[in-house]
């Protein structure tokens, strides 16, 4: 690798003066993104503005085998864009441009470097909908948002992002520029790489534009919530909703601990005595809303809720959604070293993961409470620790191993809308077997011979 | 090549528990380090980040910088750190987005007693620090005033001369009903009738904007205006002396008895984090919180005006006022909400001055926005907010006029028609 002022000249003669970074706080800044206890500093940091300058940098990456790790907002949780081995972090934020929102195509095509919400605002204003929903959607970019296949709280109802997008401008590591797919919702000519590449955590090509599908936005939204004595019983309740025909486009749950750090915290005025808090929505016509939320209502009901209360106006579902959107910030209080991981399971298996994982976390002496989607069997199982802990650390890390295991013999897997990153590569193998692991660096080394782009992660 | 290899990449090893780490330097308090989880929320908030895109003009980047300082990462006198801990507003919009509740503001008064000890810190600061310390010098600010202005011209609403401390007149009452019966703000708790209410005359307002303190007495004749009062420190503590900061605040808790009345957010947060919430009330959130009536209406050709507000950061990010501004103005003209308001001008305290170029880019989309909406004023809370929207008003020669909250009630109520003397609307 050329020494650090070779290599921010050379970067530099491609993406201009002020936007290679090569100084030591600027390098320990980007050492790290949003997942605890990885850290490794890269040797420059590159701010391209355009398709053309990231394959430039890309091209020159691969002649001198650099590694290149892309990263839009940093707000991943899987170690997803931390620079294991060095190298040029790549930050594609200066894309930042909603090419077009079409109301008439029911798509919009943005750079990968604008935020998920721009994009989903942009549409709002057209009345229509981007329906991913990322928690860190203020945050995050449609690129990163690509390249992890984000959730959202609306899953069950209306998928991820990958059902989402029709086609992609991406940079392979040796420069080439390719766009896949399009604007057309059927298009089976070849492989589906816009898929392939969906979720592919940076490490096949880097993205730098999207076209995603969008959809009418619905007339009217509704929330409510309803208690439970435990987690199986909402379980119940949920799987009876659906069986009643209804898929709600929100079913959130918090577990007993979630509960009781929530309240201590807001002062919300939560029941103590639940075992479980579900909080479901649904949208579409004001008429398909109160029925729906009259029906969930009925089933909670009978299938043994404690209360189940109907928000009767935006400002009351926001207060009910209050509890939910607490619950990170609630459980950081408790230390603020908060290992936030997402094993997921099928959704009639969710009361049996959790007890699994109070039974693990009461093992290691750990605190670990649960929160997640209740529709798709997504769950936040959040680790809080003091930071100054390192054997808390450890314990935690061989408790989420056992956590992973468990996900996976009930049919689950590690990570639901993380991603693998560096954090759970160790555990990926346990999900995939040893034949599509040996797939996916095949499919890895066909797109990079090279093996710069985002190296430790998949594929490595 | 890696700072901690956590993770053998080529391996099936777990990744181990982390090296615990070291003591620190102690420059920042380590619980407040510590309660970042580095989610970025916060970027989409910050100003300076909008302008880079870059993380280490991020709260969470400086945060990590900060850790890197604590735990001997960076050297301490490393340039990014000189430049990041400078770059920085202090307009705490990140904490307001925070999950993890992360008082950055607290960490950044910290960062600059480090970054901007002794003969590091900026002269401009030096030397305003030194003046303010003295309330001797404080009257020669008005010598200056006029420049400091930037302008030859009177604002528009103060048609009086200045004097260094107001008389107290008993200008036309308008109190309103009893405090107590008024329910309480968003963010404090209700007046107890009877209390005495000290007026901040506030050294930077003190010199520059002497009509502001008048026309709060005007507004609130029930106040008292002790004559010995210095500086709230929050200059001190934005420039790298909190410790300082910290005296000044405590010294002016004991200048001025009761509740301490200011109509600058800034140093209404200042002294709230150094005497406790319920010491402190900024000007519209006492209106407020007494019920106050507003009288009469600020018209403009003879119609009513259209006003914005620009928030103070401090009085909106670190004390949560944000309804009762706009409220008031909205009862005596045509209230504009522009898409901004809630963000920082770019004054910043000394920053106007520190980094005239950075500030600029901060104020200039927010001066776009007042003349789109055609506002015929911009209304502040706070002096360093007034000074500068008022001089980027004036310097694109724009129609509109910045002016402060209290002084706009002011000219509201010298439209009205004259109020018997012993009339109180409120009591008849």
């Not at chain 1, 959040?382 to 013999?409: K, Q, S, W, Y």
């Not at chain 1, 797939?439 to 990079?448: P, T, V, Y």
């Not at chain 2, 380590?30 to 970027?43: A, M, N, P, T």
């Not at chain 2, 926005?369 to 055609?374: G, S």
Request: proline letters at 7%.
């Amino acid at each position: 690798m050329p020494a650090g002022t070779d290599l921010a000249r050379d970067l530099a003669a491609i993406v201009g003066d002020g936007h290679v970074r090569v100084d030591e706080g600027a390098l320990a800044a980007y050492a790290r993104d949003a997942t605890p206890l990885f850290t490794a500093r890269p040797q420059a940091v590159v701010l391209p503005a355009s398709t053309e300058e990231v394959a430039a940098v890309l091209r020159y990456a691969t002649a001198r085998g650099i590694p290149v790790v892309p990263r839009g907002a940093g707000s991943n949780l899987c170690a997803g864009t931390v620079p294991l081995e060095g190298g040029i972090v790549l930050v594609l934020t200066r894309l930042d441009k909603l090419l077009e929102i079409s109301p008439e195509e029911l798509l919009a095509r943005a750079q990968t470097g604008v935020t998920t919400a721009a994009l989903a605002d942009a549409a709002a204003a057209k009345r229509l909908l981007y329906a991913p929903d990322p928690g860190s959607r203020t945050v995050s970019t449609v690129g990163g948002n690509v390249a992890t296949c984000a959730g959202g709280l609306r899953g069950l109802k209306y998928g991820v992002t990958r059902n989402y997008v029709l086609g992609l401008e991406a940079v392979l590591p040796t420069g080439e520029i390719i766009r896949t797919g399009g604007r057309l919702w059927k298009d089976v000519a070849g492989y589906d790489l816009t898929r392939l590449l969906t979720g592919s955590e940076g490490t096949l090509a880097v993205i730098t534009e999207a076209t995603v599908a969008l959809l009418p936005a619905p007339q009217d939204t509704g929330t409510g919530v309803a208690y439970f004595d435990s987690l199986a019983d909402a379980s119940r309740a949920v799987a009876a909703v659906i069986a009643a025909g209804i898929v709600p486009a929100t079913l959130e749950f918090l577990d007993r601990k979630c509960i009781t750090a929530v309240e201590e915290y807001a002062g919300l005025g939560l029941r103590g005595d639940a075992g479980a808090l579900l909080i479901f929505g649904d949208d579409g016509s004001p008429a398909t809303v109160s029925g729906n939320l009259a029906r969930i209502q009925e089933v909670c009901a009978q299938t043994g809720a404690l209360e189940v209360t109907l928000a009767e106006n935006v400002a009351r579902a926001d207060a009910l959604l209050a509890a939910r959107r607490c619950s990170l910030p609630a459980l950081s209080r408790l230390g603020s070293l908060t290992i936030l991981e997402d094993a997921t399971v099928p959704r009639h298996r969710m009361a049996e993961m959790v007890d699994r994982i109070d039974e693990i976390a009461d093992r290691y002496g750990l605190r670990i409470a649960t929160f997640g989607h209740a529709g798709d069997g997504n769950l936040h199982p959040t680790c809080v620790l003091d930071p100054d802990d390192a054997d808390g650390a450890g314990r935690a890390h061989e408790a989420f191993a056992e956590i992973f295991a468990a996900a996976i013999a009930f049919d689950g897997t590690i990570t639901g809308e993380h991603g693998v990153g560096a954090a759970k590569l160790p555990y990926l193998t346990d999900r995939l077997g040893e034949d599509q692991m040996a797939l996916l660096r095949r499919i890895k080394r066909a797109f990079d011979p090279a093996g710069i782009l985002n190296p430790g992660k998949l594929g490595s | 090549m890696t700072d901690h290899p956590i993770v053998d990449p080529t391996g099936h090893t777990p990744a181990p528990a982390p090296a615990p780490p070291g003591p620190g330097l102690g420059i920042f308090d380590k619980e407040l380090l510590d309660r970042c989880i580095s989610c970025g929320f916060c970027l989409p908030a910050c100003p300076t980040y909008a302008l880079t895109g870059e993380e280490t003009s991020s709260p969470r980047g400086r945060i990590t910088l900060m850790r890197a300082l604590e735990a001997g990462d960076l050297a301490p006198d490393d340039p990014t750190l000189a430049e990041e801990s400078s770059f920085c507003l202090g307009c705490r919009a990140c904490e307001t987005v925070c999950p993890a509740g992360v008082e950055y503001g607290q960490l950044l008064e910290q960062w600059r007693d480090h970054q901007w000890s002794g003969p590091n810190r900026p002269w401009i600061a030096r030397a305003l620090m030194a003046l303010v310390s003295r309330p001797g010098l404080l009257r020669l600010q008005g010598l200056v005033r006029r420049h400091a202005r930037g302008t030859a011209k009177a604002t528009p609403s103060t048609a009086t001369p200045a004097e260094s401390v107001p008389a107290q007149s008993t200008p036309p009452a308008t109190a309103g009903p009893d405090p107590a019966e008024t329910p309480a703000d968003d963010s404090s708790g209700q007046l107890s009738a009877g209390q005495q209410v000290s007026l901040m005359l506030g050294c930077v307002e003190r010199g520059l904007y002497p009509g502001v303190s008048r026309a709060a007495q005007q507004l609130c004749p029930e106040i008292t205006v002790p004559t010995r009062q210095g500086c709230c420190g929050a200059l001190h503590a934005h420039n790298g002396d909190s410790k300082t900061g910290a005296e000044l605040a405590r010294t002016l808790g004991e200048q001025l008895p009761g509740t301490i009345l200011t109509t600058a957010g800034g140093c209404a947060a200042h002294l709230a984090h150094h005497l406790g919430r319920d010491r402190v009330r900024e000007l519209s959130e006492y209106l407020d919180a007494k019920g106050h009536q507003t009288v009469g209406q600020v018209t403009v050709n003879g119609r009513r005006a259209r006003a914005a507000l620009q928030d103070s950061c401090h009085l909106r990010n670190g004390l949560g006022v944000t309804r009762p501004p706009r409220e008031l103005i909205a009862a005596v003209a045509d209230y504009v909400e522009l898409p901004s308001a809630g963000k920082c001008c770019g004054a910043a305290g000394t920053y106007a001055m520190l980094r005239p170029e950075d500030s600029k880019k901060v104020l200039e989309p927010k001066l776009d926005e007042a003349e789109e909406a055609d506002v015929d004023y911009v209304v502040t809370v706070n002096p360093g907010c007034l000074r500068q929207v008022q001089q980027g008003l004036r310097s694109r020669r724009s129609r509109a006029k910045a002016i402060h909250l209290a002084e706009f009630l002011a000219l509201a109520a010298r439209s009205a028609p004259e109020v018997p003397p012993s009339g109180n609307p409120a009591q008849r």
